[in-house]
Every structure is written in C-alpha cells, then in structure tokens.
DNA sequence: ACCGGTAGTTAGCAACACTGAATAGCAAGA
DNA sequence: TCTTGCTATTCAGTGTTGCTAACTACCGGT
C-alpha cells in the first residue's frame, strides 16, 4: 500500500471502523473484511484487532464472546453511546478537514488553468 | 486542538503544505500564518518546521535563504518537480480515501434516517 | 496426521504531530 | 541602556498510530 495512504489512516481508521460498527455490529475477522469489500484492499489484520482493543479500552464499544462453528470465539463489537458520541466529533472533525483540503485543492486547479 | 483533529492531520498536513506551496513559495513563518488564515488556527509552529526539514530532506522542495527586514533570514521553500508528483499521488490517494468515507458516512445517515 | 481457512494476540518498528524551550535578529519604548 | 515584542528557526522528548511478522488456537476435509 502506498505511504501516503498508510499516514492518512492514521486518524481516520478509527473512525471508519467504528462508522462500519455503526452500520451493524461485528467482530475482528469480519471487520478486516468489510473493509476490503469498502475498498481499503490492504490493512492489515493486525492493525485492525489493535485498534479493537484501543476503542475498546476507551469504552467507545460493548464486546460479547460468541462461539464460532469454524474457529475459535469471535470478539464481536457494538458500538454504544460514547462511541456514537466519539464517532460524532470524528465526523465533525473529517467535515471541517474534507472543506479546507477541497478548497485549497480547487484553488491551485485554478491556478493552473490560468497559467496554460 | 480537538485530539482527533491531531491524529487526522498525519499525512495530510504535509500534502496540506505543499499544496500552499503550490500556489506559491513562502517561508515556514509564513506557511503558519497561512494555514492560520486557512481555518488551521492551532497547528503548532514547531510542527511546520519539522515538517519543512522533512520534505526537504526528500527532495519536495528547493529552498533559499532570504535576508528579512525584521529578524533573522528567512528559508524561502519552493516546490519542485518531485515535489509536483508527490503532491498529486497525495490527490489521487486523498480523493480515494474521501470518498470512501463519504459512502459511508451516507450509509450511516440513511440508515439513522430509517431507523427514526 | 496434515493442511487450509477462520479468529485473535503480541512484540517491535517507523512515521508523524505536539510540547516546550532555546537561539537569533531587529525595532520601538521605558 | 535595558527590555519588551515581533519575526524566524531549531531541537529534544513524548504519545499515538498503522505495519510487519510471528505465534496461538479451533475446526473440517483429505
């Protein structure tokens, strides 16, 4: 994956997961997976269970311990109220970026324009 | 600054910079009061130059000292070549991202809509 | 008995933004 | 003169984050 994208994560993984725990509960495995079908084709499995462990640590989601037919127990992860508070100020936060960086990119796209 | 608005800021800052540069050249000074003026208001002054020496480290940037009229000389950076193409991988991989977050962010919606 | 898919954990690493302090030049006021 | 204030840059140390790589563990089919 580009080096780019690895630093952009940082900061918006959070929020992407708990976004997509927001849409429906899930555990780790299933998480990895979703956000492949999403479209962020290569984050790591490990990257995805530490940052479950960190909202989880904070108290931003509920886990329960359902036994799996094929593996071992899943850790499937709900999000509750702080996380939607949480999730909230990270939407908040995206927004206010998403503008600065969109106008900032229009400016220089004119400013090419005008000089060709 | 929200801690959010912090962890969101890595790898973006630097495309955030450099885009500045791209309308013109300034110096780090300068570069902070611009992204003061851009809604940035609490991004810290150290941070931008570490920033600076980053990018010139990597060849993103020529730079120049200017002699200033009220204090010490200024490092005047200019984006370069290089500098252009890393700016626009940063485009392509920030369009991605933005768009990934925004189909999700309307999922969610529709789905809170729904559920009212 | 072995392999592949499912599921989670852990240790160590690199990159990045922040804090806080230090350095340095110059101008205007007490 | 001394000091305050603005301009301008540098640096050491900290915390958070995502990645890599290896490991454990459970199950079904060959």
Redo the contacts between chains.
């Keep these: 994956m ?1 080096k ?9 993984l ?3 997961v708990l ?2 725990l ?2 429906s509960p899930a555990y780790g495995y299933e998480i990895t997976a979703r956000l492949r079908d ?3 084709s290569d984050i790591a499995e490990g990257t995805v269970y530490a940052l479950l462990v960190r909202i989880e640590q904070r108290g931003l989601v509920d886990v329960e311990k359902v036994p799996s037919e094929k593996g071992p127990p899943r850790k499937v992860y709900t999000i509750n109220a702080a996380g939607g508070a949480y999730l909230e ?3 908040r ?2 927004s ?3 503008e ?2 969109e ?3 229009e ?2 796209e004119r ?1 090419n324009e005008e000089g060709e």
Excluded: N
């Excluded at 780019?4 to 918006?12: A, D, I, P, S």
């Design positions: 580009g780019q994208t690895t630093e952009m994560l940082k900061g918006t959070e929020g992407i976004a997509i927001a849409v999403e479209g962020f100020e990270f939407w936060t995206w206010f970026l998403a600065r960086i106008q900032l990119h400016r220089i400013t």
